[in-house]
Each structure stands twice: as structure tokens, then as C-alpha cells.
């Protein structure tokens, strides 16, 4: 297992949105290079970017503040928001990034996104779905930064990849499932098979912790 810290930009700020909700921000004080290093210092050898803006609006809005991450050198950077298109992802590439992370273009565009997995590698990419565990427990995939309901379920958006040697991020992102990664698709899958409505329960720890962005895993 490998956990990775995150870090949510808007406006070029480091924030959190409560259940994806953009009217509902925590802004925090820390510039995004200064917890780079905190992250680096204890001791994460990745660090996950996510462009709010970019994601929300479909076009990347925070490219010179990845670029100046990634510069930094020091964590490799797995970066998205906004990727709708193989120039944004070659300009990530390009600018440093080691792996690009692709959202909403993944649900909405398999067979094109399936295009650049060939192009640009396997290793290179991340397809990562933003869910919602609906009251029952189905987990519903949402795009456009949290804005959209695509009506899709976590599962069916897994098996339009299949299962080969494709990259998945299983919806790690902290707002949609009470754990992460392959854990909170153990856990979606207990309660669906249960029918009881899950609850977000990482949002008080990472208060407590003083965490930005919380933690993420592949």
C-alpha cells in the first residue's frame, strides 16, 4: 500500500471542499510549495495535484503552479483537473509531472481516453473517478469537479477498461468514499451488498491531524 497526500488548488490556494461543494471551501494558509516539502518531509515520495478550477471548467487553470512543483524536484507529481485533451496531458508530461491524472474525460470519452493509454503509456496515465455514495449505497460517479451527476455507478465506469494492465485510480478521492482506493471499494461493496447508506467519516481526522487534502492511494 502506498498512500499519497493531495493537494486541492483553487484560485492558486490550497483548499478543501466539503463533499465536492464548492461554496462550502476551507481555505488553508500554506503556499502549495511549502507543503511540498512538508510532505516531503515526512517522508511521502509522491504527491497528488488536483486543479479545481480546471476540473470545474474543463480547461486547466493552474498549469504554472504545477509546473513550478514539479520543477522543485524533489516528489515526483501526479497532477489532474481540467485534462481534456492529449496537448493538456504532453504539456503536463513536458512540464515535469510523472503522472497525469485523467477525470472526467475518462467516463465521458473511454474510447479516446483508451487512445492516449496507448500514446502516452500505462505508467503515465491515471484514470480516476470522483463518487458519491448515494443513499442505498450505490456509488454514483460525478465529473466537472464534483458538479455532475453522470448517473453512471462506480462499476460500470470500472468495466468500460476492462481488466488489463490500463491504470485505475478507484476513486480515492476523500469526499466520495468514507476510506480510499481499494479500500473504499471493499467497503461500497460490503454495503452493497448490505443496502445501508455509508457516512464520510475523514473529514473530522483530517481536522484533527491538520491535514490538507487528506491522503490518497493507488
Known sequence: MQLIPAIDLRAGRCVRLYQGNFA???????APEQLLCHYQG????????????GARAGARAHAAVIAALASLGTLQLQAGGGVRSSQAIRELLEAGVARVVIGSAALERPEEVARWLGRFGAQRLCLAFDVRVETGGEPRVHTHGWTQDSGVSL???I????????PRSLSHRRRALPRSGLAG???????RRSRRPGTDRGRGRRERQGAVGGTDQL
Open 155 to 157: 462499476w460500470e465506469a
Open 185 to 191: 471499494v471493499r467497503w461500497c461493496s460490503r454495503r
Open 159 to 166: 468495466g468500460r477498461y476492462g481488466t488489463g494492465s490500463q
Open 42 to 53: 515526512l517522508g511521502a515520495r509522491w504527491l497528488h495535484v488536483v486543479d479545481l478550477d
Open 24 to 30: 462550502a471551501e476551507t481555505c488553508y494558509a500554506p
